[in-house]
DNA sequence: CAGTGTGAACAGTTTCACAGCA
DNA sequence: TGCTGTGAAACTGTTCACACTG
């Protein structure tokens, strides 16, 4: 197949793929299969190869794939072999439980600075990050910040992409429960935690 | 068209077409055109009216659609008119930021319980619930509790699926980056933060 | 011979264009 | 005239079966 364009839903699940094959790793396995990989992702073994074959030959026939080589793989197309640093904005409730989950490192992301409107909060220090006046967010221009993660009231969403935006941000991950408009260039990825759940009981079997 | 299956990506949509009724509806608007409704969600006008054609005719040509009616039709395919309860699992972090997360009630979703193992969290309250020994778990059966949610370390998730598929939970919002097994009559749906951002970078521009 | 890689068939989703109704 | 509702076309993604290879 070698090089066609590679689809949204399998961009999707190569983070997926990642953190089980981390998993696999570190517990200590050098080859992995493709069906021993399906089970601990939870989809089916064709999918994962049809998936790879994306890419380049990965794999060996009759082995599977090379664990670490694989993992290593996933990273460079997902961009993610340096570091990533994150810039977040809003250090309420969901903004701090941000800062304390650990669940980022492994995906060589790091949330490097923290922006909040409040003078009660601004100077604190929360998991290693001080957190900064949102009136100084440009200075992430020097530091060549690219992602950026909302956590603010829904109400000041729009205006902090837009300062995001401002500051070279070209990547947003927004937590707040509204569309956010920004130029064709920018890539926004919207978690509206209530609306997961929320279509939950439609999919609940009446028994 | 009037009752074929309605496609699962229609239904992800829902809930995000009933935020923007909601806050269409307190800005005091009374219809709204697939074209209106479209510019407040970020999709396209004809993709809005195929949705809704799934489930009947809901507008008036030539004005729009009722945004009252509509929104209560949608809440009513989603299962949600009536208030849905949910037990969380997990008061650390992120259990906390959704205890304290305001934004459930608008799609009736109602956090009503909370578990934790720990001792020095058993007891206390945390925004108007009382934190419950999660060995007492099985006790959401006789309150009909039908919503679980899973905010405890990745090691722990398996095994408190298991719980609460036992107490009766047919549906499971997982924030753990886990994938969990269940029977196949429980819906999952898996909300791995660090993936989310992880996929970030690929769509960034390079310029 | 176990397990990858992939063309081809199939299924699901989005886009389009326009008939039809208030 | 303005906006909905929808079949048909175009597109995107998944499943399958199997040729091929270490």
């Given at each position: 197949?070698r090089?066609?364009?590679?689809?949204?839903?399998?961009?999707r699940?190569?983070?997926?793929?990642?953190?089980?094959?981390l998993?696999?790793?570190e517990q200590?396995?050098?080859?992995i299969?493709?069906?021993n990989?399906?089970?601990?992702?939870g989809?089916?073994?064709?999918q994962?190869?049809?998936?790879f074959?994306?890419?380049?030959d990965?794999?060996?026939?009759g082995v599977?794939?090379?664990?670490?080589?694989?993992?290593?793989?996933?990273?460079k197309i997902l961009k993610?072999?340096?570091?990533?640093?994150a810039a977040l904005?809003?250090?309420g409730?969901?903004g701090?439980?941000l800062?304390?989950?650990?669940?980022?490192?492994k995906?060589?992301?790091?949330?490097?600075?923290?922006?909040?409107?409040?003078p009660?909060?601004?100077?604190?220090?929360?998991?290693?990050?001080?957190?900064?006046?949102?009136?100084s967010?440009?200075?992430?221009?020097?530091?060549?910040?690219k992602?950026?993660?909302?956590?603010?009231?829904?109400q000041?969403a729009q205006?902090?992409?837009?300062?995001?935006?401002?500051?070279?941000i070209?990547?947003?991950?927004n937590?707040?429960?509204?569309?956010?408009?920004?130029?064709?260039?920018v890539k926004?990825i919207?978690?509206?935690?209530?609306?997961?759940l929320a279509?939950?009981?439609?999919?609940?079997?009446?028994i």
């Amino acid at each position: 197949m070698r090089y066609r364009k590679i689809p949204d839903e399998t961009v999707r699940r190569l983070p997926v793929y990642l953190r089980c094959l981390l998993f696999a790793s570190e517990q200590g396995q050098e080859n992995i299969s493709s069906r021993n990989l399906a089970e601990l992702v939870g989809v089916n073994s064709w999918q994962i190869r049809k998936d790879f074959s994306y890419f380049g030959d990965f794999g060996t026939r009759g082995v599977g794939y090379n664990v670490k080589k694989l993992a290593a793989q996933i990273k460079k197309i997902l961009k993610i072999a340096v570091v990533q640093k994150a810039a977040l904005v809003g250090v309420g409730n969901i903004g701090s439980a941000l800062l304390a989950y650990s669940g980022f490192g492994k995906y060589g992301l790091d949330i490097a600075v923290a922006f909040d409107i409040s003078p009660k909060k601004i100077g604190r220090k929360v998991e290693k990050v001080v957190i900064e006046d949102v009136a100084s967010l440009l200075k992430i221009k020097k530091r060549k910040i690219k992602l950026g993660i909302i956590a603010v009231p829904e109400q000041a969403a729009q205006e902090t992409a837009d300062k995001l935006v401002k500051a070279g941000i070209k990547g947003i991950l927004n937590f707040s429960p509204r569309y956010i408009a920004v130029p064709k260039k920018v890539k926004v990825i919207t978690i509206d935690i209530a609306m997961y759940l929320a279509s939950l009981p439609y999919y609940m079997t009446a028994i």
